[in-house]
């Protein structure tokens, strides 16, 4: 059986969040806000129509369908304004985890194949307003694209009986009951459109009701409840919180059983305040909320390590992390985080960028620009190749190095950050 998703979505209008594709009322100047409430309310995941018309609204649009990325806790979809290759590519590259093809549109039903073979079957969706179109088009959707979106719920039926391939519903205004039979479909994975985006402050009471119909939906089971875990005298249990991208230890907290609860039902972390013996949802004040990513106990269940997403600072000091105050360091040489070394070094680089220094080769490289840069950039990837060619690995490893820094250059150039290489490659 699929499991059964609340993805709501934002209609992309001239920097504003608007009503739907027929529709152009805002219903939010700040689509990022819309993003953090779907955050806060358990979406599964968001879809981003982008609906501009010139080139110059599609980049700026791009650049906000960027953000909404950036700050999604969900996979995002990018539908809209794919007129050629390059836009799927632009999609994908500004984080969206799959684009959509639109299939009432002969342009886009070209472009399947070769973007298929380009990026991958599972980067890619197709929407429809009609079962005859899936149809006639089923084996080349059966090839080259991962699912469907079917743009009305009359599609279902006639779907179900030409394909298998699994069906996110837009949905614009639909009675609850109606609402848990389009779930109940066997080809449904989810749902989509204004019926989500209306209601979701409901998505988590909605999730128990499917949960209570037999419908399986996006939650977190625990493998062990709380009975299972030993307690201290207080009757807490003692919680370490670490970055789950990064590995950084974050922060301690406790749990009691509510909050260990809570913090299953709702996907955020919550903890118990043993200062002021109450519930403490974290970032409910700051907005710093934490997005558990992964639970587990040690070896005697008396201690959890929670992986999360941290959005911006875990101490209440304003600092990343609560752990930052020295008390003794041996003077040992510690084994290189790889991300960390990439980090320091360009942050060496973006410092200057910003401060240039006089003498500096790498300002340089800013002062003459980015053909110069580029010309770097290749002139080294070819000693890459040269010193290949030759026994042992030392040359290469050299190569590889000035290579590494003079894309740095070029990162910090174009503004691109670390992140967004490891997430991209993480993506893929």
Request: hydrophobic share 40%; aromatic share 8%.
């Amino acid at each position: 059986m699929l499991v059964k998703k609340f993805v709501p979505c934002i209609y992309l209008y001239n920097g504003h969040a608007v009503r739907r594709l027929t529709d152009l009322s805002v219903v939010e100047t700040d689509p990022l806000r819309l993003v953090h409430l779907y955050n806060e309310h358990n979406a599964d995941g968001l879809i981003v129509f982008d609906m501009s018309e010139g080139d110059q609204e599609h980049e700026e649009a791009l650049e906000l369908i960027k953000e909404i990325c950036a700050d999604a806790q969900m996979d995002v979809t990018g539908a809209g304004n794919i007129k050629r290759l390059e836009d799927v590519k632009k999609l994908l590259y500004a984080g969206c985890r799959r684009a959509v093809l639109d299939f009432t549109k002969e342009s886009n039903i070209a472009l399947t194949k070769e973007a298929s073979q380009r990026f991958g079957k599972d980067k890619l969706l197709a929407s429809s307003n009609s079962a005859d179109i899936i149809a006639h088009n089923r084996e080349l959707l059966e090839s080259f694209v991962s699912g469907l979106i079917l743009q009305n719920a009359h599609q279902i039926r006639e779907t179900k009986n030409v394909t298998q391939l699994p069906c996110l519903v837009e949905v614009n205004q639909i009675a609850l009951n109606k609402l848990m039979e389009i779930f109940a479909q066997e080809n449904v994975c989810g749902v989509t459109g204004n019926t989500i985006n209306d209601n979701y402050r409901d998505i988590l009471a909605l999730k128990g009701l499917c949960k209570e119909n037999g419908i399986l939906v996006e939650t977190l089971e625990a493998a062990l409840q709380w009975e299972d875990l030993t307690k201290n005298a207080e009757g807490l249990i003692p919680v370490i919180v670490q970055d789950y991208r990064t590995g950084e230890v974050l922060m301690m907290a406790y749990m009691n059983e509510e909050a260990y609860g809570q913090t299953l039902r709702t996907g955020r972390m919550t903890y118990f305040s043993r200062s002021r013996s109450q519930l403490w949802l974290k970032g409910e004040t700051s907005g710093h909320f934490q997005y558990l990513k992964s639970l587990t106990a040690d070896c005697d269940k008396d201690t959890l390590l929670a992986k999360v997403s941290q959005v911006g600072a875990a101490c209440h000091t304003g600092a990343r992390s609560c752990f930052f105050q020295p008390i003794v360091k041996k003077d040992v040489e510690e084994a290189a985080n790889p991300l960390q070394v990439f980090e320091e070094v360009f942050s060496v680089i973006k410092d200057r960028k910003l401060h240039p220094k006089e003498g500096s080769y790498t300002n340089y490289l800013f002062d003459k620009g980015i053909d110069k840069i580029l010309k770097k950039l290749g002139e080294e990837a070819t000693e890459i190749v040269i010193a290949a060619k030759n026994p042992g690995a030392s040359e290469v490893k050299y190569e590889m190095s000035d290579f590494l820094y003079h894309m740095m250059v070029l990162m910090a150039e174009k503004d691109i950050s670390w992140e967004e290489i490891t997430t991209e490659l993480a993506n893929r």
